[in-house]
């Protein structure tokens, strides 16, 4: 079904835009692109590895192409070769050798993508569909991955090199060995041109940006831009507006293209603020508190919120010809495609909901849309995970089937505390958000002049998904054995539902005097509370940490005050 | 604004249908009936009581009339005179007398209703407002409340009897004495012709009839119609479907009168399958484990599932004159009115969403649907909270703003912990219903023979609203440390989407040989979980009990194997 194939082009890396990427035809790619890849046999639901790992010991972040290992109860896929897995189970004694033009013919348009690393040759058929990076692995393929590690060096770990190593089916034949190592080509770094991020943000990592917010932009109810949390998968695309169209593509094949021009003078624009989370946020807490998880180990600052512009997304898709009242049964999923190969999807009656609210915002907070958070079109689903709020937008595949991206189908998923087996395709992806909250304007081990505690004033954020309005936030300063209620402060939001945070104040009284620690649960509106616990909801890749968030107040000596 | 004045006419509680029950004036009423009341002054926001009592101490059930007191923070209520208050406050050295012709005069149509109590002579103005009951109490008004207590027996308690003696005002002069007592004359007792339960149900009160569904009813997926639970907050109305209209009025103050035959022919039929459940489901469980809370101490009964059969409410709606599309701006709430004199609301956005699937149904699992689970009409509401899916309908009402009753602005509300001084107006009506889960199929205290307790099958449910779907249920044996997934079963629903239980299954194993306790907890497609304690979510009214539910397994000695 090529209507729905999934492209794995890349916009170029440097300043000019890449027409070529916008392009549904592979054969339409401009030289300056990184090279297209016949990725068809990947793009379905990915294979599952050959032989796993478990989860808890070797899942990873969802940063681009770290990988993600699962020990699969009936693991069925076929081995490559019977001969070269006898090889392997006794310990290679016979190293197979490769000639170097033998790898090279294994590039990423190969039914096989093989890669180097060193003078190790793997055969990675059968992992490309469980890569974290999605397809941008096929880049590599054909050559060493060397040089691409050396940019993405997320992967220098131990458990990514353990899971390579499975694939391994041999070694570089020694005449193709310049000064006794495999010979490398330059590549291009992609991170380049991406923008310096402000220097408030707490950087995360560099290469791809992923930063939190700092405590001060969590004070406000809109978060100013410079300082609104940063999460990318890859690099941020370098594309001029005029140049940039998005094309919708419906189950039956049609296929509209609409400039920004068209989206910004032929619809209505609406503004709806809303606030964005990571799955990930408070990530750090569940480490702590249960035991390791793999990801960004974000505190509290992977959420922010903004007053999003543009169209809706259900008037573009009535344009192209979706029948909003009465939609093909075909028609259950709005796929979304980045410009950088990132891409996930909404069940399509959010996508169409009135109430819904999905926009595809060409505006933030009143200017044009930074480059880090989407420029020149990025989509905002309201009340969902933000990994579905997909920036640089450049294609919308309304399908019968969800995006068959790794970000969709392998990650930002949840299972059981003790779930070391899960069931990936069973399991829903999360797209509504749980409710949740945090204590923003004092840190962990905050410290106070003993005996000042009682007079401090604790605010905070309490956000649930689906629209649900935050009804009360409780405040605890004996451990959860009593609760206070907390001020709710006003906020001007739009939309149609509770999109947004609600911030919350809470004043300590004579009761908090000689309390260390703080803690703060909300309640939304279905009365949904928070868990006690992050050992109770503890989940390998750490996502959904919404236990009671709590902080510990340190006691200055009396003479430091 | 007479359009949207509430009448607290009742059906007549015998044999013959009460047409007058439906007629929108109080002159038109029948003889049968009980008489119809001058209520305006009492159909909008109840008035705060004059004198409080602690929510904890007497919060009362939701059933008909039981008192219920709460301390106002800012009690501004005018007093009654300023010089009984003087007499009230020192001891009432000097009882005031009053004639009984006086009392008479302060009837339900009056705008100080009196009522007497034994000797004594309550003004009980203050107090309709704020009764659980709503303006049924009225009825007694200028006469002898001891005939209506004897019937409604749930009042004979000393909390009630506290805050009645809160609006003494003196006592019935000697003169009108029979025999040292005061007259009273006889009522009829609307509970007579209620249909006797099926008695496999738990029966909690019999007048009215709150009864759980036993066990047997729960491990299936659809409730069988006769072991469905039962909550009546009055008598069951009798009444003849061919005379029996149900009334739509909008804010224009457009009425539109259906015969059950125009809504059986005029309009499309449908079947949602869809689980009901009442806020005080598990309600025994936060008395146990947390402390005493007010209301019927339901177990894991409250809650049962049917198919139900009927037309959709917006295509009435629709019907009647609702723009579905557009709404008009005062078009915010769904109030609904039973023949008994119930009243509550949802809000338009609810009863007007295409995939919000409420019904106004005529039929439960195939049959006519039973008297007491409302023919010949009621609404079901998936999702909501089972206290607005109101049986016995007569009367929609487009409004702008929520039901008046006591069901709607003082009960099916939770607030925090600690909250003593809950802000009624403030706070959100319970609709979409918290994650809860439970298990069924064995009881708390279920004895096995020693060693075998790693051979049971254990069975449940899982909940969520709003229909949500339930993606996982997490069994532990001990004690939450450590978890495993039970399997979830299928089921064949109809409707938009998961507005019914998912039913699970766990085998224990040789894990869970000499451990004792089960526990449960379920999480669903928002990832929202359940609360760990009921001391975290600790409300004194014991609504929305969702902490995890465990199980108690007892030994039996090897001997008696």
């Not at 919708?248 to 003078?265: A, F, P, Q, V």
């Not at 998880?293 to 997304?313: C, D, H």
């Not at 028609?331 to 926009?359: M, N, R, T, W």
Request: aromatic share 8%; proline share 5%.
């Amino acid at each position: 079904m090529s209507a729905r194939r999934l492209f794995t082009q890349l916009s170029r890396v440097t300043g000019k835009a890449c027409r070529a990427a916008l392009s549904p035809s592979p054969s339409k790619h401009s030289s300056e692109c990184l090279k297209p890849l016949n990725t068809s046999k990947f793009n379905r639901i990915p294979p599952k590895p050959r032989r796993g790992v478990l989860l808890g010991a070797l899942t990873s972040s969802s940063v681009i192409a770290v990988a993600l290992g699962v020990q699969f109860q009936e693991s069925k896929a076929a081995l490559h070769e019977e001969s070269k897995e006898a090889e392997l189970s006794n310990s290679v004694p016979d190293i197979q050798k490769f000639r170097l033009a033998e790898v090279e013919r294994h590039d990423g348009a190969s039914e096989n993508p093989w890669v180097t690393k060193g003078k190790s040759v793997y055969d990675i058929t059968e992992w490309v569909g469980a890569h974290p990076g999605g397809e941008v692995i096929l880049h590599a393929a054909g050559g060493s991955i060397d040089p691409y590690w050396n940019i993405f060096t997320i992967h220098k770990r131990q458990d990514v090199y353990d899971i390579l190593e499975q694939y391994k089916i041999g070694e570089v034949d020694d005449v193709d060995l310049v000064d006794g190592q495999v010979p490398t080509k330059a590549i291009k770094d992609p991170f380049t041109t991406d923008p310096v991020p402000d220097e408030r943000l707490h950087i995360l990592t560099a290469k791809p940006c992923n930063a939190e917010s700092p405590g001060e932009a969590l004070s406000e109810f809109c978060t100013p831009n410079e300082t609104f949390y940063v999460r990318n998968h890859m690099w941020v695309p370098s594309v001029e507006e005029q140049e940039h169209n998005l094309v919708i593509e419906l189950c039956d094949g049609t296929e509209k293209t609409y400039s920004m021009s068209d989206l910004r003078n032929r619809f209505k624009q609406h503004k709806v603020t809303a606030t964005l989370q990571c799955a990930g946020n408070r990530r750090k807490d569940m480490t702590k508190h249960a035991r390791q998880t793999n990801g960004l180990q974000w505190t509290v600052g992977a959420i922010s919120t903004a007053e999003w512009e543009g169209v809706k997304l259900r008037d573009v898709l009535a344009d192209t010809g979706v029948n909003l009242n009465n939609p093909s049964p075909d028609d259950k999923h709005a796929q979304f495609l980045g410009l950088e190969a990132y891409g996930a999807s909404i069940p399509l009656c959010k996508a169409i909901d009135p109430s819904g609210d999905v926009l595809l915002a060409l505006k933030m907070n009143g200017d044009t849309l930074p480059r880090e958070h989407g420029f020149p079109l990025r989509v905002i689903v309201p009340g969902n995970v933000a990994a579905r709020s997909v920036k640089w937008l450049r294609k919308v595949v309304i399908s019968d089937e969800e995006s068959t991206t790794q970000w969709q189908r392998r990650d930002y998923k949840s299972f059981g505390p003790n779930d070391t087996r899960p069931d990936w395709d069973a399991a829903k992806s999360i797209q509504e958000m749980p409710v949740t909250s945090a204590i923003t304007s004092i840190l962990n081990g905050f410290a106070v002049a003993e005996g000042t505690e009682k007079g401090l004033n604790v605010e905070g954020y309490a956000y649930s998904g689906g629209g649900r309005e935050i009804v009360r936030v409780d405040v605890s300063t004996d451990g959860g054995k009593t609760w206070d209620q907390a001020e709710l402060l006003d906020d001007k939001a739009m939309g149609t539902k509770a999109w947004c945070w609600k911030r919350w104040r809470y004043a300590l009284g004579e009761s908090a005097e000689g309390k260390t620690t703080l803690m703060v649960k909300a309640t939304d509106e279905a009365y949904n509370t928070q868990p006690q616990s992050y050992s109770s909801i503890y989940n390998a890749r750490g996502n959904l940490a919404t236990a009671w968030h709590s902080v510990d107040i340190k006691s200055l000596d009396k003479g430091t005050d």
